[in-house]
């Protein structure tokens, strides 16, 4: 079987890693979003897929525009039998899905049609879910609403985060989109419409997402905590020796037993423990990071800060 790779983050190229260790499957080529300047120095550093497709000699496409002549022809000429999709990050345009004789697969972390969009499993958390998934679907020009090839869940932990719900979508997902692959190609999985009920979208994130917004309850800003480790990262402001501070947010819990003796977003101490108002009960800061600094615990943060 030979394949065209679309993906562009660390996740897709750990899924790529997969495929690449199957005899039965040749990466024809990689396609990824352009590489972009990365840390304080902003140094310009290609995507993960890319590191991991030069390592293997393994041609790279990087296309401004998916509908450009010279990028369609050079798919043409791949000779590709199908294309796999994972976290691309760009939609694709029916011209470049019907180049593909058997088109393009997608890799999906979530049970859809729930969730459909690019950011399911910060969705998931973020809203308290006990249960997601893994879909393997193939595209059609909307919106990961094409017809599904398999599909299995995940249980969510009460401590889950992005990171490690991502490490689980990698588990489960590589070998069911292998199995997918193989099944779809061969004809003995059929392509099954998606159903009409239970339709759900999830946004781009953008760092503004994680401010947090005192107001909500803690149970819902702890959620959301887990769900934006490590991207957008959750974050507040807060005067600290009297300047205005940026902190980000890294652990939390909601706290019960602790009275809310404060305005909402108001950091205060108890027992040397660092706690914040929100709409109900307090929320315990377990760890954070002031802008500059490094991440500390709360308790450390209540010597450094509340208590000078």
Request: with cysteine; glycine share 6%; net charge neutral.
């Amino acid at each position: 079987m030979r394949i065209i790779f679309f993906g562009t983050p660390q996740f897709s190229a750990d899924i790529l890693s997969a495929l690449l260790s199957d005899s039965e499957i040749t990466v024809a080529a990689v396609v990824c979003q352009q590489d972009e300047p990365i840390g304080r120095k902003k140094i310009l550093t290609p995507p993960p897929t890319k590191q991991l497709a030069l390592l293997k000699n393994i041609p790279v496409f990087q296309p401004t525009r998916l509908k450009d002549e010279a990028f369609l022809s050079a798919i043409d000429e791949l000779k590709a039998d199908v294309a796999v999709i994972v976290a691309y990050g760009r939609i694709l345009p029916k011209v470049l899905i019907d180049r593909i004789p058997k088109g393009f697969v997608n890799l999906h972390p979530s049970l859809l049609p729930k969730y459909r969009g690019p950011s399911p499993m910060q969705a998931a958390i973020a809203a308290g879910d006990r249960i997601t998934g893994v879909s393997i679907m193939t595209i059609d020009e909307g919106m990961d609403t094409g017809p599904l090839l398999a599909q299995q869940s995940i249980e969510l932990a009460k401590d889950e985060t992005t990171s490690s719900l991502t490490q689980k979508v990698v588990a489960l997902g590589a070998p069911m989109l292998i199995n997918a692959l193989k099944g779809y190609m061969n004809g003995s999985i059929t392509p099954v419409s998606q159903s009409t009920e239970g339709v759900s979208i999830c946004k781009l994130l953008s760092r503004e997402d994680g401010k947090i917004d005192w107001s909500e309850s803690s149970v819902t800003i702890e959620q959301k905590i887990r769900a934006y480790t490590p991207w957008p990262g959750t974050w507040t402001t807060w005067t600290l020796n009297g300047v205005e501070t940026i902190v980000k947010i890294l652990q939390a819990v909601p706290a019960p037993n602790v009275s809310k003796t404060a305005i909402n977003g108001t950091p205060f101490e108890s027992e040397s423990r660092l706690f914040c108002a929100t709409s109900d009960i307090p929320l315990e800061i377990t760890k954070l990071q002031p802008a500059g600094g490094k991440p500390m615990s709360g308790s450390d943060f209540v010597r450094g800060y509340l208590k000078k």
